[in-house]
């Protein structure tokens, strides 16, 4: 019974990500996700791509425009992808917690709550 319960709460945590293919870029570059999330990428080009991972151990295969592909993440899915026409096209995987906040260390994006659009609730 812990075994199924454990199982259950692993699965009851996953979440599903979207990655669009447009214009010769990943949005967002950078996903954070854990094992056991699914990644739908979604390609918003006017003609055909595929995706593969930095190992080449998975792939899209083709994909026509408005087509999407699912992964599932696993420990051992590569964290690198990019597009197989255009290598220099790359985004990532990310097992790390996503920043908050500063991200490039010159404190302008800290939110102290003082600052920014007041809300409109």
Same mark, same amino acid.
């Given at each position: 019974m812990t075994? !199924?319960?454990?199982?259950?709460?692993? +699965?009851? $945590?996953a979440n599903d990500y979207?990655?669009?293919?447009e214009e010769?870029?990943?949005?967002?570059?950078?996903t954070y996700l854990a094992p056991g999330d699914?990644?739908?990428f979604t390609n918003n080009n006017n003609y055909s791509i595929e995706i593969i991972a930095s190992d080449a151990t998975w792939t899209t295969g083709? !994909?026509?425009t408005s087509m999407d592909y +699912?992964? $599932?993440?696993?420990?051992?899915?590569a964290l690198a992808f990019g597009l197989a026409?255009?290598?220099e096209i790359a985004g990532t995987f990310s097992f790390d917690l996503a920043p908050l906040g500063d991200v490039d260390g010159d404190d302008n994006?800290?939110?102290?709550?003082?600052?920014g659009p007041e809300s409109s609730n």
């Open positions: 075994a !199924l319960s454990l199982s259950f709460a692993q +699965v009851a $945590s979207s990655i669009l293919v010769g870029a990943f949005y967002p570059e950078i699914t990644v739908t083709s !994909l026509a +699912v992964l $599932s993440i696993s420990a051992e899915t026409s255009d290598a994006d800290a939110f102290d709550g003082t600052d």
